[in-house]
């Protein structure tokens, strides 16, 4: 079992900075594939981003390439979204989430509360 928890949201101006970040519980969190994702208002749920479990491999949706970076603590638990150069259209909660090893069922299964991300224009 993973229990996740995301802070960092909060309000910028377009062009602004934020960092993300996701605390996870559970002796098992280096196992996990690490992602977010977003939702907008109106929209449905969307990827974001994802890390994986040994931190050497990362993917971004087209959208937010060059502009956020995910990166991953293992001996500290935590998984981190750096938000640059951000947008109006990045407006969304962001969840944290874990995608656990090929031996367990399922994909995406643990989920944060998520987090709010305003950006004004």
């Known amino acids: 079992q993973v229990q996740l928890v995301e802070s960092g949201g909060g309000l910028v101006q377009a062009g602004g900075s934020l960092r993300l970040s996701c605390a996870a519980s559970?002796?098992?969190?280096?196992?996990?594939?690490m992602g977010w994702f977003r939702q907008g208002p109106g929209k449905e749920r969307e990827f974001v981003a994802a890390?994986?479990?040994?931190?050497?491999?990362?993917i971004y949706t087209d959208s937010v390439k060059g502009r956020f970076t995910i990166s991953r603590d293992n001996a500290k638990n935590t998984v981190s979204l750096q938000m640059n150069s951000l947008k109006p259209e990045d407006t969304a909660v962001y969840y944290c989430?874990?995608?656990?090893?090929?031996?367990?069922?399922?994909?995406?299964?643990?989920w944060g509360q998520g987090t709010q991300v305003t950006v004004s224009s």
């Open positions: 890390i994986s479990w040994n931190g050497r491999n990362t």
């Open positions: 559970g002796h098992t969190f280096s196992a996990y594939d």
């Open positions: 989430a874990a995608n656990p090893p090929p031996e367990v069922d399922g994909h995406w299964i643990y």
